[in-house]
């Protein structure tokens, strides 16, 4: 049997499965998703390889409890950062420079995009659970446009091409060079959505 770590078996689910995504996270960093077998997981965690079924019945489980985990952490996260913030425009510049903080697996992987090397069925899942981050600039937009500060447009054709900006570069990890990035996408993305340049202009 197994041995338990922790005072509870819930500690102990809790700790494992804390383990895998760790490793599932770094695997996919380095090789890719489709390049890595459930015993590769395994190992990387230091979990039993028939310990993993327990918890998990196969790789795609693991990935989509891994973004469900991730994906709820993300948004509890970027709420509690945009909870005292009004202003239209730092609302856009939190979202921003969440988005690009954000070390997960929606930036950070090797290998073909995760869409093509999974099942039809986890695509699906996969895109509930970016609805969710979705959901939030679409409601910064959307309130933007209702308080006069942004034009009318259509926000659910905008919201995809913001996210794709994000995450389709690499920003740099020293400084300066790293808060000059995310400066200029900030404006970028603030101008690319008509905020009004008197917005821009620091006071």
């Given amino acids: 049997m ?30 890719g998703f489709d390049s890595v077998s459930l015993a590769d997981i395994a190992a990387a965690a230091g979990v039993g390889r028939t310990s993993v079924y327990n918890h998990f019945p196969d790789k795609e489980a693991l990935l ?10 993300f948004v509890a996260d970027l709420r509690v950062s945009l909870q005292d913030v009004d202003d239209p425009e730092q609302q856009l510049r939190v979202y921003v420079r969440e988005q690009i903080n954000l070390k997960t697996v929606y930036h950070v992987t090797s290998g073909p995009d995760l869409r093509s090397v999974v099942s039809g069925s986890t ?33 659910e054709a905008v919201v995809p ?29 603030l101008r690319a959505v008509g905020m009004r340049e008197t917005a821009l202009t620091p006071a």
């Fill in 161 to 189: 091409l913001i996210n794709s900006c994000l995450s389709g570069r690499t920003f740099p990890d020293a400084e300066p060079e790293r808060s000059r990035a995310i400066e200029a996408t900030e404006h970028f993305v």
């Fill in 2 to 31: 197994p041995k338990i770590i922790g005072s509870t078996l819930a500690e102990h689910r809790e700790h494992v499965r804390t383990q895998l995504f760790g490793a599932l996270s770094r695997l996919m960093t380095e090789s």
């Fill in 123 to 155: 695509q699906a899942r996969l895109r509930e659970h970016v609805w969710q981050v979705a959901e939030l600039l679409a409601g910064i937009l959307r309130a933007g446009i209702a308080a006069g500060r942004l034009p009318d447009q259509d926000v």
């Fill in 64 to 73: 989509l409890s891994f973004i469900e985990h991730e994906t709820a952490k």
